[in-house]
């Protein structure tokens, strides 16, 4: 009798979700174009907004799309990636003050040690599922801000780290507008490693455990092993995009490790759409850019603003702005065939 059993060589790929198959699927001309936009708003984006605030919004979309890396494509809800952030933004910072390095080498070793804290963190959580994995991770994060707090001769406590420099080679990077444009390549690298990872065979294996984690454990695939790689690079970009968030306020502070971050950072992919990528970069533009209009506007309930278009979201539109345009999407174009 000849098995019906799968062998991993032979196991069909998992579909990825639902907006990567509709972007994928589209014609050549319609993904260069759609690339092309990409990187035109990028480039416009200091000009039609304070700088500032396009700064923030590239370091959060990096976050999302970590987040979106966990979360969408290996089904971890995780609680706790401000420790990877907040942990990356503190030591760029002291790189960056005591070794003077230029600040993509100290971006860089925070995002290295976000990836080493990941190990640990996530060799232990990735044991459990669900809401214990939550738990977990939150747990786990409260623990690493309670350390920055009370490790005051190293963290200034709650007084933060004061003057992170923005140094590159001699270049003047006090504006916000040439800075953007400095971080903008780093920026598009991690996001460009984060397209990668879900379009390799590793992302599609990774979608066939959030999918079926018995029937990937049954075809061969070390299922422990794959999350915790998940996560350790999960960690590695949030660590990217938190460093770049302390050399560009120039000052690290406790919020960075505060569960209330993981928390927005969840929303954020949510409001663009779990599991679409690019959706936590449409919805870290419009979190932050909602966030800086409602607070120039003298509004203080800015949580409230905020939770409350979350709620109309996941009641509305169940997959996310991304998800719900690209099921539009395959609509439209399955009435025209």
Not at 168 to 183: E, H, K, P, R, V
């Amino acid at each position: 009798m000849t098995s019906t059993v799968d062998t991993p060589a032979d196991a069909p790929r998992a579909a990825p979700p639902s907006g990567l198959v509709t972007v994928a699927r589209a014609p050549g001309w319609v993904r260069y174009a759609l690339l092309a936009v990409g990187l035109a708003v990028a480039a416009w984006l200091p000009n039609g907004l304070y700088p500032a605030v396009a700064v923030d919004i590239l370091c959060w979309a990096l976050f999302a799309v970590a987040v979106d890396l966990l979360l969408g494509f290996t089904g971890l809800m995780s609680f706790g990636h401000a420790a990877f952030w907040g942990t990356s933004a503190y030591v760029t910072g002291l790189v960056a003050i005591h070794a003077g390095l230029p600040f993509p080498l100290a971006v860089l070793a925070g995002a290295l040690a976000a990836a080493v804290l990941a190990v640990p963190i996530g060799y232990l959580a990735v044991k459990r599922t669900g809401i214990y994995f939550a738990m977990v991770t939150l747990a786990f994060a409260q623990m690493v801000y309670y350390v920055a707090n009370e490790w005051r001769s190293v963290t200034q406590g709650e007084n933060g780290l004061q003057g992170v420099p923005r140094a590159l080679f001699g270049w003047d990077l006090t504006d916000d507008y040439y800075f953007y444009y400095a971080i903008l390549p780093i920026v598009l690298l991690g996001l460009a490693a984060a397209w990668r990872i879900v379009h390799s065979p590793f992302g599609r294996v990774l979608v066939g455990i959030r999918d079926n984690p018995a029937r990937a454990r049954a075809l061969g695939y070390p299922v422990h092993r794959y999350k915790l790689t998940a996560f350790v690079l999960s960690g590695f970009i949030a660590g990217l995009g938190g460093g770049l968030f302390a050399v560009g306020h120039r000052f690290v502070s406790l919020d960075v490790l505060h569960w209330t971050t993981s928390g927005k950072a969840v929303i954020v992919v949510v409001l663009g759409g779990i599991g679409t990528l690019w959706g936590g970069v449409l919805g870290a533009g419009i979190v932050v850019r909602l966030e800086d209009w409602l607070s120039f506007s003298g509004f203080e309930a800015i949580g409230l603003v905020t939770g409350g278009i979350f709620v109309l979201v996941v009641v509305l539109f169940r997959r996310g702005i991304w998800g719900s345009a690209a099921a539009l999407a395959r609509r439209l174009v399955a009435r025209q065939r």
